[in-house]
């Protein structure tokens, strides 16, 4: 057994580095045209396969990365036509699926079902998954210093990026920690969206089995500008309520997790996935509430000791230089006189670009939350800015 996986990792390795090889041919032909290098990455990606695809999507969350590289890499479907390989007789006792799948991504399917009566939605994860991930992510660490030659990577920091994008990649896979998220974000969370109720008879690592709740796209609603507001604070309340509250955020907030159902005359919010979840301390939710404090009373000082504090394990520069960098992004913002977690972020960006800072792991998911919920909100074009948003649901105690 170790003989043939090592003679199945030499091959893949063999087509990965042939298509390597092609990619940096044509790197160095449109040396003088970025946009052509960040299209070519893509592309050279999406022949890799869906966990290469994968890596590109965590890669496309990191807004430090050139604007072009970052536009090009979110063009990255996670829809993989590949078929699941689905063996009924290995399904929970009297749980009843469709084969063909109504999603399908690079780590499971998702497929409707029904238990008795019941309708229900079933994530499957995908047959050998596991060594696919770990067969991929030992091939880009073997071809990482020759990945490391072109600038691109370089600025990226793409060894650091490896590191953390394992890491995400293994959380999600992991479907009995996705399960026990989705059990207490039904117990705490109820209240503010409709959380799918996790069937736990009919879960195990291969399989995460809810109850089916139909939901409208952000994509498909038709709002007036009062319910873009509404939709956008629900967004907002739902993040702010369970990262102040409770300590944990939902760091996978997209388009693709979420949906929305009108009751009446109000929208509520649904959330589908629970696969990628940060935590937050006592001590760092208090910092959050004293920087964006800080900020509205316009304490430079403050607001520099408390995103320290939340942000960074580490600096590499001179205390001065980061004092002064800080400083400026800090003024920035407040003449702005709107808290943008993009600009915040891309504030952040230009500062590390010029050292070797180091972020807290799960700042780094507090980061990715962020912008795709600035994302969904930019989407909905409410007419408020982010800080009046904030004052205005701002009512939840750290």
């Given at each position: 057994?170790?003989?043939?996986?090592?003679?199945?990792?030499?091959?893949?390795?063999?087509?990965?580095?042939?298509?390597t090889?092609?990619?940096?041919?044509?790197?160095?032909?449109?040396?003088?045209?970025?946009?052509?290098?960040?299209?070519?990455?893509?592309?050279?990606?999406?022949?890799l396969?869906?966990?290469?695809?994968?890596?590109?999507?965590?890669?496309s969350?990191?807004?430090?990365?050139?604007?072009?590289?970052?536009?090009?890499?979110k063009?990255?479907?996670?829809?993989?036509?590949?078929?699941?390989?689905?063996?009924?007789?290995?399904?929970?006792s009297?749980?009843?699926?469709?084969?063909?799948?109504?999603a399908?991504?690079?780590?499971?399917?998702?497929?409707?079902?029904?238990?008795?009566?019941?309708?229900v939605?079933?994530?499957i994860?995908?047959?050998?998954?596991?060594?696919?991930?770990?067969?991929?992510?030992?091939?880009?660490?073997?071809?990482?210093?020759?990945?490391?030659?072109?600038?691109?990577?370089?600025?990226m920091?793409?060894?650091?990026?490896?590191?953390?994008?394992?890491?995400?990649?293994?959380?999600?896979?992991?479907?009995?920690?996705e399960?026990?998220?989705?059990?207490?974000?039904?117990?705490n969370?109820?209240?503010?969206?409709?959380?799918?109720?996790?069937?736990?008879?009919?879960c195990?690592?291969?399989?995460?089995?809810?109850?089916?709740?139909?939901?409208?796209?952000?994509?498909?609603?038709?709002?007036?500008?009062?319910?873009?507001?509404?939709?956008?604070?629900?967004?907002?309340?739902?993040?702010?309520?369970?990262?102040?509250?409770?300590?944990?955020?939902?760091?996978?907030?997209?388009?693709?997790n979420?949906?929305?159902?009108?009751?009446?005359?109000?929208?509520?919010?649904?959330?589908?996935?629970?696969?990628?979840?940060?935590?937050?301390?006592?001590?760092q939710?208090?910092d959050?509430?004293?920087?964006?404090?800080?900020?509205?009373?316009?304490?430079?000082?403050?607001?520099?000791?408390?995103?320290?504090?939340?942000?960074?394990?580490?600096?590499?520069?001179?205390?001065?230089?980061?004092?002064?960098?800080?400083?400026?992004?800090?003024?920035?913002?407040?003449?702005?006189?709107?808290?943008?977690?993009?600009?915040?972020?891309?504030?952040?960006?230009?500062?590390?670009?010029?050292?070797?800072?180091?972020?807290?792991?799960?700042m780094?998911?507090?980061?990715?939350?962020?912008?795709?919920?600035?994302?969904?909100?930019g989407?909905?074009?409410?007419?408020?800015?982010?800080?009046?948003?904030?004052?205005?649901i701002?009512?939840?105690?750290?």
């Amino acid at each position: 057994m170790w003989i043939l996986n090592n003679i199945k990792f030499y091959i893949r390795l063999g087509v990965v580095t042939t298509r390597t090889t092609n990619f940096g041919i044509y790197y160095f032909l449109y040396w003088d045209s970025y946009h052509e290098k960040a299209k070519n990455f893509r592309l050279f990606l999406e022949s890799l396969g869906p966990i290469f695809i994968k890596f590109g999507q965590f890669l496309s969350t990191h807004c430090w990365l050139p604007c072009i590289l970052n536009n090009e890499l979110k063009k990255l479907q996670d829809n993989v036509s590949k078929p699941n390989i689905i063996n009924h007789k290995l399904l929970p006792s009297g749980l009843i699926i469709d084969s063909i799948p109504i999603a399908s991504a690079s780590i499971a399917t998702v497929h409707m079902g029904h238990i008795g009566e019941k309708k229900v939605a079933v994530k499957i994860r995908r047959p050998n998954i596991n060594k696919e991930i770990k067969q991929t992510f030992r091939i880009i660490k073997f071809l990482s210093p020759v990945l490391l030659l072109f600038p691109l990577f370089r600025q990226m920091k793409f060894k650091d990026q490896i590191e953390i994008a394992e890491i995400f990649i293994s959380e999600q896979n992991d479907f009995i920690m996705e399960a026990n998220n989705l059990l207490w974000y039904n117990k705490n969370i109820r209240e503010i969206a409709i959380i799918p109720k996790c069937l736990t008879k009919y879960c195990n690592e291969n399989i995460i089995t809810m109850e089916y709740e139909p939901g409208i796209k952000t994509d498909d609603l038709i709002l007036s500008n009062q319910d873009k507001e509404i939709l956008s604070k629900s967004l907002l309340g739902f993040f702010l309520s369970t990262a102040n509250c409770h300590g944990k955020f939902h760091a996978d907030l997209h388009n693709g997790n979420i949906a929305w159902r009108k009751e009446n005359s109000n929208y509520r919010l649904i959330i589908y996935d629970f696969g990628l979840i940060g935590n937050l301390s006592k001590k760092q939710r208090s910092d959050i509430n004293k920087f964006y404090n800080s900020l509205i009373k316009q304490d430079v000082s403050e607001c520099k000791h408390t995103l320290i504090n939340v942000f960074f394990d580490k600096i590499n520069m001179s205390e001065k230089e980061f004092d002064n960098e800080l400083e400026e992004l800090i003024i920035e913002m407040i003449q702005a006189k709107d808290l943008n977690a993009i600009n915040l972020i891309l504030g952040l960006k230009r500062i590390m670009n010029k050292s070797n800072i180091s972020l807290n792991p799960e700042m780094l998911k507090f980061q990715i939350a962020l912008l795709n919920i600035d994302g969904i909100i930019g989407q909905l074009a409410t007419k408020k800015s982010h800080t009046q948003l904030l004052n205005e649901i701002m009512f939840y105690d750290l």
